[in-house]
């Protein structure tokens, strides 16, 4: 889904010109995201020993945020504020750096295809091989967590906390651009902000 996602991306700017196409691609990418950010615990569980399962959980639910402070410091090495003013030029900058990840996104996620395995052959603990026996139904496990309120204070939570990560992610170019800082500057604040909030999430 990444895959095809974002050549959709890199397709509509490149080929279409077409915002919605884009809104396409994008919409794949974000649909796989739950997805990703939930397979860190489920990696850990199958595949590490009990005492080695929280480092592995931490390290994998990192990348997250980690990717997001790489393709906010990697942008303005590709568009810069000059591509306001020359539209041609930022056309093409923008298209390399929507093809460049996508060849990165396209590399890392083949070879997780090509070489992962669902399950390990031989189980590091009791508790992996008890975990990949479980079978869920997602009709009753569904109901029973609508039913949980603290499940769903827990989430109505996350939902606001990450909705505000996001939305000052995406606007904060624009917010800094009234003070006279520029993308450079933008990015710099961007990844303060979410190294500030790893730091104060472990503190």
Known sequence: MIIVGSW?????????DNFYLLMVGQTLIAIFQPFL?????????????DDE???????????IPLGCIMGMVTGPFFISDRDKVHHSEGRQH?????MISAI??????????LLFEERPKIYPSKAAQISTKVQF??????????HNKNYIFLTITYAMLYGVYTCLGAIINNLVSAYGFGSVDASIFGAVFI????????V
């Open 104 to 113: 990165i996104i396209t590399i890392m996620n083949v070879g997780v295809l």
């Open 8 to 16: 959709v991306r890199y397709g509509a700017i490149m080929m279409t």
């Open 137 to 146: 139904d997602m009709k009753k496990d569904l109901k029973l967590i609508l």
């Open 37 to 49: 950010g939930n397979a860190a615990s489920k990696v850990a569980t199958s595949w590490f020993a």
């Open 94 to 98: 923008v298209n390399s750096y929507m």
């Open 195 to 202: 190294v500030s909030g790893l730091v104060g999430s472990f």
């Open 53 to 63: 399962r929280a480092i592995a959980t931490t390290i994998g639910s990192l990348s």
